[in-house]
């Protein structure tokens, strides 16, 4: 079956502006979270959805948000772009009731 | 505050050596434990798993971790490495109240054998 499919791979931004990045799960799963990897901060949880609800949120500031659609279909959104938010953020995919997460490949951003 | 503390950041192992990385977490309550392994130009995935019952755990590709709850620890085993296992290896814990979702991450430890 396919894997969780992030969009766009890789884009460049400049300060100020503002981001939208997709996720797509596997099919039958309801759950999305995200996650912000650098390597000075390593891993770190942005929020969760499930059905079309924020179920958990991480540490971040209310520039960084996102939204769940009823297909289960998933966008984050930073706006105001910092430098700091140069990463790859990633996409978690949640199998029902194994606890275990599929990770996309993640959308890879460069803040100018 | 919540947080995972891996020791080694890197580790050089020659194949058939024997492997063990270091995981300690810090809360107060029931987690559920995962290692996730990230293999060159890959994505994320799963290792193993430990929610409850025996402590030792087995995954995929002949590892096995050991939770030990007086400890706070969860280390990762594998009694003879690959060059195929040559990866960063994350070790990430959920706090039972956060639902299974929300992981939070050790720093990784960049795993590199050599035939």
């Known amino acids: 079956k396919a894997g969780v499919t992030q969009t766009p791979r890789y884009l460049i931004k400049t300060r100020g502006q503002q981001v939208t990045l997709s996720c797509s799960p596997i099919s039958g799963h309801r759950s999305v979270s995200w996650y912000q990897q650098t390597p000075g901060q390593g891993l770190q949880f942005l929020f969760e959805y499930f059905s079309e609800t924020q179920r958990n949120k991480g540490n971040f500031p209310g520039r960084f948000s996102g939204r769940q659609f009823s297909n289960s279909r998933s966008e984050m959104n930073v706006s105001t772009l910092e430098l700091g938010d140069s990463a790859l953020y990633l996409c978690?995919?949640?199998?029902?009731?194994?606890?275990?997460?599929?990770f996309g490949e993640g959308s890879r951003l460069t803040v100018l | 505050a919540q947080s995972v503390s891996q020791h080694n950041h890197h580790v050089i192992l020659s194949e058939a050596a024997s492997l063990e990385l270091g995981c300690n977490y810090s809360y107060g309550g029931t987690v559920n434990l995962f290692w996730y392994v990230q293999y060159p130009g890959q994505h994320l995935q799963l290792l193993l798993k430990?929610?409850?019952?025996?402590?030792l755990v087995k995954g995929i590709k002949g590892f096995e971790a050991e939770f030990i709850k007086s400890k706070f620890s969860f280390n990762l085993r594998k009694p003879s490495v690959q060059w195929s296992d040559t990866a960063e290896y994350f070790c990430?814990?959920?706090?039972?109240?956060?639902?299974?979702?929300?992981?939070?991450f050790g720093a990784g430890t960049r795993l590199a054998v050599h035939p």
């Open positions: 430990y929610f409850s019952g025996d402590p």
């Open positions: 990430a814990v959920s706090p039972i109240s956060g639902g299974y979702n929300k992981l939070i």
């Open positions: 978690a995919s949640g199998a029902p009731n194994t606890g275990e997460l599929f």
